[in-house]
C-alpha cells in the first residue's frame, strides 16, 4: 500500500482553498463525509480500502482545514466543488458518500456522472424533503423543529451543545457523542456553522434534478441500516422507487453511520460494487 502523501490544496473556480488527501494506490475512490464532519470521518476505513485503491478524502469548503465554516456551501455548492476536485485529479472515480456527502455525490453525478464517475455508492441521503408531506408530514415538522433548535444552539455560541444534540436526538441515538473519538468530536465542535447554509437542502423539495437523476445507471447503489432514522429509510425506499435501475442493499443491525460502526460489513457491500464495475 502506498504511503499518505504530503497535504494537499485545491483552488476551485471561485477561489475556495479546498484541503484534500490521498493514500494507497490503484483505481481511485473519493470519499465526501457528511454534515458537522471532515475527511478524518473516514479514519475507520481508509486504510483498509487504500490497500488496493487510491483513495481521495477531502474536507468541505467551510469545514476544518478547508476553512473555518466562513465559506459554507450548499449541496449543490459542495457537489460543484467534488467535480471540480474529480476533473482536476483526471480520470474516472468511484465516489462514495454518507449522509449528506450522499446528497452531495448524487447531486454531482445528476450533472457529471458520466464525467467523473465509475460507479458510485452512497448511504442514507438526507434528502427529506423527497419525502410526501402528505405521509410524513408529523415526522417531518417534528424534525424541521429539531433542526432549527441545533441552528439556535449554534448562532447563542454553544456549539458543542448543538453537536452532542444532533449526534444523540437527531442523527443517531443517544449516547452515540461520548463514544465517538475525541477527535470527531472536535471536528463536530469547529464546523457547527456549516448546518446553518445546509438546513435548506434536507427539506428541498426538489433535492435532485429529475431529468438527471439516474446519470449513474446500473453503476450506482444506495444502501440504507435497519436501525437508522425512520425518515432516513423512508428517503431511501424512495429513492429504491425513483432509481430502480440502481442497487438497493440493505445493512442488517447498522444504523447512520456504518463505516464507523460496522466498518467490515460496510467495506464488504463496498468492495462488491467496485468490483462489480
Known amino acids: 500500500m ?6 494537499m490544496r485545491f483552488v476551485t473556480g471561485d477561489g475556495v482553498d479546498l484541503y484534500y488527501e490521498i493514500i494507497g494506490t490503484g483505481d481511485r475512490v473519493i470519499l465526501t463525509h457528511g454534515s458537522w464532519g471532515d475527511g478524518n470521518s473516514w479514519a475507520g476505513v481508509v486504510e483498509t480500502l487504500a490497500a488496493g485503491h487510491e483513495v481521495v478524502t477531502w474536507d468541505h469548503r ?23 476536485l474529480a476533473q482536476y485529479l ?15 455525490v448524487l447531486k454531482a453525478l445528476a450533472g457529471h456522472g458520466a464525467d467523473i464517475a465509475s460507479g ?13 408531506p402528505s405521509v410524513h408530514g ?23 451543545s448543538a453537536a452532542r444534540y444532533f449526534i444523540d436526538e437527531i442523527a443517531v441515538g443517544p449516547g452515540t457523542w461520548h463514544l465517538l473519538p475525541e477527535k470527531s468530536r472536535a471536528g463536530f465542535v469547529t464546523n457547527a456553522s456549516t448546518v446553518i447554509d445546509e438546513f435548506d437542502d434536507v427539506f428541498d423539495p426538489e433535492p435532485v434534478d429529475a ?27 424512495e429513492l429504491e422507487r425513483l432509481l430502480p435501475g440502481a442497487d438497493h442493499p440493505v445493512l442488517e443491525g447498522t444504523g447512520h453511520s456504518p463505516y464507523r460502526t460496522h466498518p467490515e460489513m460496510w467495506y464488504r457491500v463496498v468492495l462488491d460494487q467496485i468490483r462489480s464495475l
Open 138 to 160: 408529523g415526522a417531518l415538522e417534528h424534525e424541521r423543529a429539531e433542526n432549527l433548535r441545533v441552528i439556535e444552539m449554534v448562532r447563542a455560541g454553544d456549539a458543542e
Open 211 to 237: 431529468a438527471r437523476r439516474d446519470s449513474c445507471g446500473d453503476r450506482l447503489t444506495i444502501t440504507r441500516g435497519t436501525e437508522s432514522p425512520r425518515l432516513l429509510i423512508a428517503v431511501a425506499e
Open 90 to 104: 483526471g480520470g474516472l472515480a468511484f465516489l462514495i458518500g454518507s449522509s449528506s456527502g450522499a446528497s452531495i
Open 120 to 132: 458510485a455508492c452512497v448511504h442514507e441521503p438526507d434528502l427529506l424533503g423527497l419525502l410526501d
Open 2 to 7: 502506498g504511503r499518505r502523501r504530503a497535504p
Open 62 to 84: 467551510g469545514h476544518s482545514r478547508s476553512g473555518d465554516g466562513t465559506a459554507a456551501g450548499s449541496f449543490q455548492r459542495d457537489a460543484d466543488d467534488l467535480v471540480e
